[in-house]
């Protein structure tokens, strides 16, 4: 009798301990199961994100060449103030100078417009430099006229250049170098310049520096002929 109530036992052990472990492997089995769902979500959300940085950097990037395509055709037709035959010819005009070439300060569109009067269209190509220093008269402006506006524009600097000249502010050493600036002309090109070097005013008369001054600004205009010869 205690032979059977051993074995009972015994097998009843042997039941618990195979229950056991069948429920260990379940778990073991659940939490590889959600360990790879997780991995693969997050892969799958990496794999999202990545995809979606690319396509807004593939957009921001058509987006930035799609904007300069615009800006260049845009600015296709605007008149140059770096390039093109009229900075060529201001070069030609400083390199006859030398140290005696005042201006450095560049000209803008605006100031074509603005100052000088001329129409949005009537010019094509432009170079031109302003004196740093206030009390200096010294210009040099050099503006190719769209077709048909040479004339036009001749007009706005003969302007331009009466005005300077009637202007009773300018400062007494200016006064012989504005009355002598010339307006300039060859085909499309005009210019206009307040050129030179500064003479001893104070042991000259007015005729004397008046003369001095036409001399200084013919370099300037020889400059600008000799340039189309």
Do not use: R, W
Not at 37 to 63: I, L, P, Y
Not at 99 to 118: A, H, K, Q, R, V
């Amino acid at each position: 009798m205690k032979k059977i109530i051993a074995a009972i036992i015994a097998a009843a052990l042997i039941t618990s301990a195979f229950t056991a472990c069948s429920g260990g492997n379940d778990d073991n089995d659940t939490t590889t199961s959600t360990t790879s769902t997780a991995s693969e979500d997050t892969s799958s959300n990496t794999e999202d994100t990545t995809a979606s940085e690319e396509t807004s950097a593939s957009e921001e990037t058509s987006a930035t060449e799609s904007t300069e395509e615009t800006e260049n055709t845009e600015n296709t037709d605007a008149p140059s103030a770096s390039d093109g035959e009229a900075a060529k010819i201001l070069d030609a005009i400083k390199t006859a100078y030398g140290e005696n070439y005042l201006p450095s300060m560049p000209i803008d569109e605006f100031y074509l417009t603005s100052t000088l009067g001329l129409e949005e269209g009537s010019f094509t190509d432009y170079a031109g430099e302003l004196p740093m220093i206030s009390a200096h008269a010294d210009m040099a402006i050099i503006i190719k006229a769209a077709e048909g506006k040479a004339g036009d524009v001749k007009a706005k600097l003969e302007a331009y250049q009466t005005t300077l000249i009637e202007d009773s502010l300018q400062y007494p050493m200016n006064v012989a170098k504005v009355n002598a600036s010339k307006v300039l002309e060859n085909g499309d090109y005009l210019g206009f310049i307040i050129l030179g070097a500064y003479g001893d005013d104070e042991n000259t008369d007015e005729s004397q520096q008046a003369e001095f001054a036409e001399e200084q600004v013919k370099i300037g205009v020889d400059a600008f002929n000799n340039y189309f010869a």
